[in-house]
């Protein structure tokens, strides 16, 4: 991911410095920060970034006039961030060119996995570069490219479902508890975490299992935690 230049705009340094550690975790070195709307358009113009992250509130001029702007001489995907919901504010933010609309407050990894998307999509039907692919049964994992594919098919997974399922994949036919699931994934202290992790655990197995209420990818071992298998493999 080092090759990327991600611009982050956003007129609270607190968000931008969570924002540039998390995607410097995931791979993303060469951030580049603007806190208003004029030097968001400047440095698109003079960086030429791959990804731009958005905020609608901006002191001089609001996101989707900075977006107007920016489309002026950039098609790179842009990703608004908002602390409004409302659904006519999401069609406004795509309609004056932007990609992507995530409402405050946020997940920073479900950040960086939505610009990892991003830089799939603008990728896609070009000569994809090498990448590590985890196969497990019928599944392709794509740790790089942030994807899994079951039987030729794309499966949609949210941020937390992805980063859960290669972390399993990552210690296949291990056994790894809920506790370890929910401060590695969720990167908190796992008190009271064991609801979380089993809900996201039955969505996962809702979108890769044949039978869910069968399942043969992730299995429960009981009063411990999950493993993933290989069902070939049995």
């Known amino acids: 991911m080092n090759e990327y230049k991600i611009m982050v705009a956003d007129d609270e340094p607190d968000i931008l410095d969570l924002l540039e550690k998390t995607l410097n975790i995931e791979g993303f070195h060469h951030i580049i920060r603007a806190e208003n709307g004029t030097e968001a358009v400047s440095a698109c113009r003079k960086e030429k970034p791959d990804v731009v992250i958005l905020d609608i509130m901006l002191p001089d001029m609001d996101g989707y006039e900075v977006c107007k702007q920016i489309r002026r001489f950039s098609h790179c995907p842009i990703l608004f961030l908002s602390s409004k919901n409302d659904e006519l504010d999401k069609i406004l933010g795509l309609a004056v060119g932007g990609d992507d609309y995530v409402t405050k407050p946020f997940s920073p990894r479900e950040v960086a996995y939505r610009v990892k998307a991003q830089l799939r999509r603008m990728e896609y039907g070009q000569k994809p570069e090498k990448e590590s692919i985890i196969s497990i049964g019928k599944l392709e994992i794509r740790p790089e490219s942030c994807y899994v594919i079951k039987k030729g098919r794309e499966i949609g997974l949210t941020a937390r479902e992805f980063e859960i399922l290669k972390y399993l994949a990552e210690n296949k036919g291990r056994v790894i508890s809920r506790e370890r699931i929910y401060e590695t994934v969720w990167g908190e202290d796992s008190f009271g975490c064991d609801n979380a992790v089993m809900v996201h655990i039955r969505h996962l197995r809702e979108k ?14 009981k009063g411990l935690g999950y493993k993933l298998v290989d069902p070939n493999e049995k």
């Open 208 to 221: 890769i299992e044949d039978d869910p209420n069968s399942p043969k990818y992730i299995v429960t071992m």
